[in-house]
Every structure is written in structure tokens, then in C-alpha cells.
């Protein structure tokens, strides 16, 4: 069997189209507030990636670079000023902060209506009481994913390997609340690759690469691989390459689960002006 790939990218690209049309509906333009903190050059990419998406779609762009040594209460007032600003309708900071900072306590003074990245303690509350809210998206964009393959969700069984805040924990939540049987791996999961040999649907969060091989998946799954490494032979996911022969659909590294997360990023921030 040579498994179907998932096309991230052009299911990337027609949600952004759809945000741009819906943009284009709205009184005035929705505005997205990143912050970004310090000078970590992954962090500087992923964030000027999300500001020129954010222009491309019709959005206002509103962006706060902050030093890298800047104190707790200080981040906490650009939020602040962010969260009373009525021009901005989104805000998203840009994870991880440097160390001394309280990530969470950060994070947490978002309010949940302008909470886009979906990581706030009532967004998330929300999410496991299956109330309505901005979801996380990464595994909105994973779950979109799945749609757009056709891939059955009620009754079956998926296998989540991860349980970060991120990705893990609300991966498994949307799973259920699309009434899927949900198994949730992490570090200590004893024979990993015997759970994931049991998933119809697997999705990987581990951030470790290529730490699945072909011997865990069921044949003819549909495996979502969230992972992405850069190696020396280029970039790779937390899933063997080698799986593509085993599974019925794989998402691919790159082009994969990689162009939703911005997708759903705008999309939620769409939500965010329409909820107001
Ligand atoms: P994370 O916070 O490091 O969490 C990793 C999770 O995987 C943890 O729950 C950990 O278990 C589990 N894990 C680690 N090693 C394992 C092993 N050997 N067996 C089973 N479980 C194991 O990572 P994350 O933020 O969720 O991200 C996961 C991956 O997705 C990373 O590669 C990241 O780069 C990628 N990612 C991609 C996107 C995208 O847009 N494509 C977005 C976000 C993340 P414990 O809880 O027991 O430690």
C-alpha cells in the first residue's frame, strides 16, 4: 500500500482564501496583535510569517517587539494595552519566552475572546467542557485536516502520542468531542508501538524525529504527523518516512500539518471579530 498524502498546503491555502473573503464581509478589518519577545531567530520567522499572512488576508497588523530582558510587569502592561485596544481583535504571543518570564501567567491575562492562539486556562476550560471557545491551531488545523481527507472520526479509534498543552491535550479533547475513541500516549507509555499499532487514526506530537516506524502503524491508517525537525538530510517529522508504505494516508513533512497552524491562526482571529 502507498498511502495518499495529505495536501497541507493547498487545504492551507483555500482556508485563507475563505479568511480573505470573510475579512473582506466584516464593517472594518480584524486586527492581529503578535508579540514577540527577545531575539530568538525561530520565533522572529514564525512571527513574520504570521504578520504577512495576516496582511495578505485584509487583516490590520499590529506587532509589539519586546526586549529580551524586558520584566514580568512590563509584558504584562503591553497585554494589557493590547487586550483594551479596540482595533485589536486577536493577540498572540509568540512562544517560548525567555525563562524568567511566567509564560503562563502571560498567556493568561489575554482575555479569552481576543485569546487566538486558544492556550488560555478559560479557552482550554472551555475546550474540555466542550463549550464554545477559540481552539488551539495546531490541532484545529489537524482536525481540519482530517475533514478534508474524508477520514471517519465517530466510534473509531485514534491514538495521540503527546500531552503537551500545545498540541497533546487538546488534540485528544477535539478528538473526542468529534466522538472518537481516544488513546492518549506520552513518555511513559508502555510499548508505544504495539498502543499505535491499534489507531484507525494516529497523530504524532511527540517532537522527536522519526520516533515512529512502520512496526506502529495499522495498516491503511490515516497517520497526521505534527513533528517537524530539521536534520542534516533535511527536514523530517516525527514519523519515518518509511510509514508512507504501510499507511492509507499520511500528511507529508513539509507541507503537512505546517501550513494549518497560520491558517487556523487567521481564522480564529476571523472568529475573534465575528464574535465581538
Ligand atoms: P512538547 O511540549 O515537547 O511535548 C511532547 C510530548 O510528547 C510530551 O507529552 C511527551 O511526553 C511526549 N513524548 C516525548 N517523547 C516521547 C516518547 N519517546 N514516546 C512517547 N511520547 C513522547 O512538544 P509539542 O509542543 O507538543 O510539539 C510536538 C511536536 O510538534 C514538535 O516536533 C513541534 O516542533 C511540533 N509542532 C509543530 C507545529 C506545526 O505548526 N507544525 C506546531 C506545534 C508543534 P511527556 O508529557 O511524558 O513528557
Do not use: F, W
Not at 478528538?175 to 487514526?201: G, I, K, P, Y
Amino acid at each position: 500500500m502507498t498511502a495518499v498524502l495529505i495536501d497541507g498546503t493547498a487545504v492551507a491555502a483555500r482556508i485563507r482564501t475563505q479568511v480573505t473573503a470573510d475579512v473582506a464581509r466584516l464593517a472594518s478589518p480584524p486586527g492581529l496583535a503578535t508579540v514577540l519577545v527577545g531575539e530568538d531567530p525561530a520565533s522572529a520567522v514564525y512571527v513574520r510569517n504570521k504578520r504577512k499572512r495576516c496582511v495578505e488576508a485584509g487583516m490590520r497588523d499590529v506587532h509589539r517587539h519586546l526586549p529580551g530582558d524586558i520584566t514580568q510587569d512590563a509584558a504584562l502592561a503591553v497585554i494589557d494595552q493590547l487586550a483594551s485596544d479596540s482595533n485589536v481583535t486577536g493577540i498572540l504571543v509568540q512562544l517560548p519566552l525567555p525563562p524568567h518570564l511566567d509564560a503562563a501567567a502571560l498567556i493568561d491575562r489575554i482575555p479569552a475572546h481576543k485569546d487566538v492562539d486558544g492556550l488560555t486556562e478559560a479557552s482550554a476550560g472551555r475546550l474540555a467542557l466542550g463549550r464554545p471557545g477559540l481552539r488551539p491551531c495546531t490541532p484545529s488545523g489537524v482536525l481540519a485536516l482530517l475533514d478534508e481527507s474524508g477520514t471517519e472520526l465517530p466510534g473509531v479509534h485514534t491514538v495521540v502520542v503527546g500531552r503537551s498543552d500545545l498540541v497533546g491535550k487538546p488534540m485528544a479533547q477535539l478528538l473526542l468531542q468529534r466522538h472518537a475513541t481516544v488513546t492518549v500516549c506520552h513518555s511513559r507509555t508502555r510499548d508505544l508501538a504495539a498502543v499505535c499499532r491499534e489507531a484507525d487514526v494516529l497523530v504524532v506530537a511527540a517532537g522527536k524525529a522519526r520516533l515512529l516506524g512502520s512496526e506502529a502503524v495499522k495498516p491503511g491508517a490515516t497517520v497526521i504527523d505534527v513533528g517537524i525537525h530539521r536534520t542534516d538530510s533535511g527536514l523530517c517529522g516525527d514519523v519515518d518516512a518509511a510509514v508512507k508504505d504501510v499507511a492509507g494516508a499520511l500528511t507529508p513533512v513539509p507541507g503537512g500539518v505546517g501550513p494549518m497552524t497560520i491558517a487556523m491562526l487567521l481564522r480564529n482571529t476571523v472568529t475573534a471579530a465575528q464574535i465581538r
